[in-house]
Antibody, heavy 122, light 107 residues
């Protein structure tokens, strides 16, 4: 079964750091772009970051650029999001998602994890 | 960055109703438009990709149309399990922005 399982969320003070993990199973992890999407309480979805299968390319939303770092460990089938200098507005459920090109070039997020909650508060 | 807008932000409908949600991109995105459904406490689920292609396993009462900057998601006959929030997403650029969502609830 194709599955993504996030972990590492929790309560952190403003200015603090947290590292999220996303364990993948049921597919060839290294073949796919992986992404992080977040959702603040009661709000919509916000794309956060993406990383190519080889880790050669990484992408960030302006809201997290310079503070968050995406990485992956292909032998361990695990995706990471290192979050530094956290702010109250980073409070959200963080989802990892697998990106796949439908029809060769229409990218979609076809598999999502269940999400992990990050709360930034003093 | 490409900005996505949706209308309405919420709607109330009855089982059996035909429901239409619109999505607009701030620039031409051709057919690089996806639709997701999200129920409370759950991860989003892909419904439509490439503006009008039905994802495997999604019910045929869902359909999508449009190209360029204007898109629609239609539910031909609303079912109880369709009460949820719907998001459009552009995949024209690497920064794949989402619309703000449309919540569909029971009238």
């Amino acid at each position: 079964e194709v599955q993504l399982l996030e972990s590492g969320g929790g309560l952190v003070q403003p200015g603090g750091s947290l590292r999220l993990s996303c364990a993948a199973s049921g597919f060839t992890f290294s073949s796919y772009v992986m992404t992080w999407v977040r959702q603040a309480p009661g709000k919509g979805l916000e794309w956060v970051s993406g990383i190519s299968g080889s880790s050669r390319s990484t992408y960030y939303a302006d809201s997290v650029k310079g503070r968050f770092t995406i990485s992956r460990d292909n032998p361990k089938n695990t995706l990471y999001l290192q979050m530094n200098s956290l702010r109250a507005e980073d409070t959200a459920v963080y989802y990892c998602a697998k990106k796949v090109p439908k029809g060769g070039h229409y990218n979609v997020f076809d598999i999502w994890g269940q999400g992990t909650m990050v709360t930034v508060s003093s | 960055d490409i900005q996505m807008t949706q209308s309405p932000s919420s709607l109330s409908a009855s089982v059996g109703d035909r429901v239409t949600i619109t999505c607009r991109a701030s620039q031409n995105i051709s057919s690089y438009l996806n639709w997701y459904q999200q129920k409370p406490g759950k991860a989003p689920k892909l419904l439509i990709y490439a503006a009008s292609s039905l994802q495997s396993g999604a019910p045929s009462r869902f359909s999508g149309s449009g190209s360029g900057t204007d898109f629609t998601l239609t539910i031909s006959s609303l079912q109880p399990e369709d009460f949820a929030t719907y998001y459009c997403q552009q995949s024209y650029t690497t920064l794949e922005t989402f619309g703000p969502g449309t919540k569909v609830d029971i009238k």
